[in-house]
């Protein structure tokens, strides 16, 4: 299973954001750190705010940090949320011959059940080391 780059850099701006000391820093800032577009960035904050995962802050001081404990935060869960579809194939569009009789399908759902059990137990505190630490904090 790939996973966008919606998802990924999700992933990203919550492990920056969980890897900042204290205080609050700037979409444009993850934009820049990352090498994506501010209004790319702004989507993908925007789903994390709505969560709750991130808290964001407006004004002139404003910007964003970690809205939880990292530990509450699952892959799994953002998965889910980043991603548009989560259907292993496409069977409507267009409409599959085989739709009816098709076993691909229940096997692909299970493999990606798999992933997602695997993957469950995984926290974004979890993605937290020294050296990803350290690498964030450089400029």
């Known amino acids: 299973m790939q996973l966008?780059?919606?998802?990924?850099?999700?992933?990203?701006?919550?492990?920056?954001?969980?890897?900042?000391?204290?205080g609050l820093t700037t979409i444009q800032a993850i934009?820049?750190?990352?090498?994506?577009?501010?209004?790319?960035?702004?989507?993908i904050v925007n789903k994390l705010v709505h969560a709750g995962w991130i808290r964001a802050v407006r004004g002139k001081n404003g910007g964003i940090s970690l809205g939880c404990d990292p530990r509450?935060?699952?892959?799994?869960?953002?998965?889910?949320?980043?991603?548009?579809?989560?259907?292993?194939?496409?069977?409507?569009?267009p409409p599959c011959l085989i739709l009816n009789a098709c076993v691909l399908k229940g096997v692909l759902s299970g493999a990606q059940q798999a992933y997602f059990d695997y993957l469950e137990p995984f926290t974004l505190a979890q993605m937290l080391n020294d050296k990803t630490q350290a690498l964030l904090a450089m400029k």
């Open 4 to 22: 966008t780059k919606h998802t990924d850099f999700a992933f990203r701006t919550l492990i920056y954001l969980a890897s900042m000391e204290q």
């Open 31 to 43: 934009a820049d750190r990352f090498g994506i577009s501010k209004s790319h960035a702004m989507k």
């Open 72 to 93: 509450e935060i699952s892959l799994t869960a953002v998965i889910k949320l980043m991603e548009t579809t989560l259907e292993p194939v496409n069977c409507h569009n």
